[in-house]
């Protein structure tokens, strides 16, 4: 039995974020995409012309949502650059380490592996994670700013601190413990505190 959904393509994106960051992009099959969405294929060719294409319209889906959770949790000016950019990596460390074995982070998933499937894909990625990075280093200036960051060359040290915290997620990926994302947040105060 199919069940109509108001928004059907934003449906399809849906569901495939949980089954593509739990299994990956080449190991699910477009048929178990859409059995656990309930559409028929109809309807997925109706609003994606591939897989390729499918898979880069949900990367655009999962960073457009990513980037305005990070955007409202930046905003709030009563704290400190410093004191946003901790919560940024406290938030990161507490939604990955709810369930070490369950991977949450769409980028941490794909990359590796679509990147050399896909040059859409990968740009997608790319522009994606870039425009995280320019919002981490961004909220460093601001907490150079308001002094409560030492001086500190921002987008570089975004950078360092973006792939510090991929890199926890891969390792803990493979512990399943939260070692590696209590070793990224220590070196992180060591980076925005040296």
Request: glycine share 8%; charged share 25%.
């Amino acid at each position: 039995m199919n069940i109509r959904h108001d928004n059907t393509r934003q449906h399809i994106l849906d569901t495939g974020l949980g089954i593509f960051a739990g299994k990956g992009f080449a190991s699910v099959g477009l048929n178990e995409l859409l059995k656990a969405a309930g559409v028929p294929k109809g309807s997925f060719y109706h609003y994606f012309e591939s897989k390729e294409q499918y898979g880069q319209a949900l990367l655009e889906d999962y960073f457009e949502h990513y980037l305005a959770d990070i955007d409202s949790l930046f905003a709030v000016e009563a704290a400190s650059g410093d004191e946003r950019l901790m919560r940024y990596w406290q938030r990161w460390m507490d939604r990955q380490c709810d369930d070490c074995a369950e991977q949450k982070c769409l980028v941490v998933k794909l990359a590796a592996e679509v990147a050399d499937l896909s040059d859409a894909m990968r740009l997608t990625l790319r522009d994606g994670t870039e425009r995280i990075i320019s919002r981490i280093a961004q909220v460093i200036e601001e907490g150079v700013g308001d002094a409560s960051l030492p001086a500190l060359e921002a987008r570089p040290t975004a950078q360092a601190l973006y792939q510090l915290w991929l890199g926890a997620s891969l390792i803990g990926k493979l512990q399943r413990t939260s070692q590696a994302f209590e070793n990224a947040m220590r070196h992180t105060r060591q980076l925005l505190h040296p």
